[in-house]
Nanobody, 125 residues
């Protein structure tokens, strides 16, 4: 059974920073490109960034490039998302999942509904 759990969200003022984490079991993170996705109220879920085999993020949504960085540590089945210079439009629920370089969710995640509960990020202006 695959389960992931995101944590670290919260309320922060614009310009602030947050660091999110995601752990899981039933899936070996090292076997996949792993990424972060978010969903704002009333909007579809979108890809934020995708962490490459190097251990740091290599593929970004233009809206976060230069502000967000993703990391993973080999063998620890955990990924993190460092978010700096946060903006109100970054508000949303954040999720981790396998990804593709085009910031699509991978590994039949949608079909199997493996999405975790997410962690809420709220950025006030």
């Amino acid at each position: 059974q695959v389960q992931v759990m995101e944590s670290g969200g919260g309320l922060v003022q614009a310009g602030g920073s947050l660091r999110l984490s995601c752990t899981g079991f039933g899936l070996t993170f090292d076997d996949y490109l792993m990424g972060w996705f978010r969903q704002a109220p009333g909007k579809e879920r979108e890809g934020v960034l995708c962490i490459g085999w190097s251990g740091t993020s290599e593929y970004y949504s233009p809206s976060v490039k230069g502000r967000f960085t993703g990391y993973r540590e080999k063998g620890k089945n955990m990924v993190t998302l460092q978010m700096n210079s946060l903006k109100p439009e970054d508000t949303g629920m954040y999720f981790c999942a396998p990804c593709t370089p085009r910031l699509r969710v991978g590994a039949n995640w949608d079909r199997n509904n493996y999405w975790g509960p997410g962690t809420q990020v709220t950025v006030s202006s």
